[in-house]
């Protein structure tokens, strides 16, 4: 059983158009993030929810919007696609927030913008 | 600030040699500290976590590390490298005080040659 999953794993599209990737944990855990990770491997936070409720919010551009339905499921959707949200986006969750520093992640979704 | 400094951007290591990994941090009080592992195409997985006592821990796959307060650094080590560990290796810091975050070094890229 994976514990992340994230969906779609590639998604590949262009510039202007919308999209959305999916999340969802069955660790049982009440807190999920979003990083994006560049071309150069450097992580970045982007959202984070703790039991449903936005907790962490860097600065992202506001075409970034985050939902989370419920405490397993946490999603992303970006309007107005640019080549610089290229990307890989992982999903993470943990117990508790910021889980004494133990993340589970998702695989990944790499996502490119042409 | 806090911050997390992995000194080498990319290593190679023969398979079967012994592998040294540094991260250095910055932060006032004894930090939460850790090593994660990205495997190619993968998300990121916790090796090992330092919190407190016995400053040598054991993680998972053969790692160690090495807290050494002296020199603020948490050294990642492994006695023989194994083909399937070239991956990328993340050390992050967590910081206890009241603005929690887990502070991400930029990566270690470890190659292995047969």
């Known amino acids: 059983d994976t514990a992340v999953s994230q969906t779609p794993k590639y998604l590949v599209t262009q510039m202007g158009n919308d999209k959305s990737i999916k999340c969802e944990q069955n660790l049982g855990h009440d807190t999920m993030y979003w990083y994006k990770q560049d071309s150069k491997k450097f992580l970045k936070i982007m959202f984070s929810y703790n039991n449903k409720e936005l907790i962490i919010n860097e600065t992202v551009p506001n075409r970034f919007s985050p939902k989370s339905p419920d405490k397993a499921h946490l999603n992303l959707h970006i309007n107005s696609l640019e080549l610089g949200d290229s990307a890989v986006y992982f999903c993470a969750s943990s117990l508790g927030v910021w889980g004494n520093g133990e993340l589970f992640f998702g695989e990944g979704s790499r996502l490119t913008v042409l | 600030a806090q911050s997390v400094t992995q000194p080498d951007i990319h290593i190679t290591v023969s398979e079967g040699a012994s592998l040294e990994l540094r991260c250095n941090y910055s932060y006032g009080a004894t930090p939460y500290l850790f090593w994660y592992v990205q495997s190619p195409g993968q998300g990121l997985q916790l090796l090992l976590k330092y919190f407190s006592g016995d400053t040598l821990v054991q993680g998972i796959k053969g790692f160690e590390a090495e807290f050494k307060r002296s020199q603020s650094s948490f050294n990642l080590r492994k006695p023989s490298v194994h083909w399937s560990d070239a991956a990328e290796y993340f050390c992050?810091?967590?910081?206890?005080?009241?603005?929690?975050?887990?502070?991400w070094g930029l990566g270690t890229s470890l190659a292995v040659n047969p």
């Open positions: 992050a810091v967590l910081n206890a005080g009241n603005n929690r975050k887990l502070i």
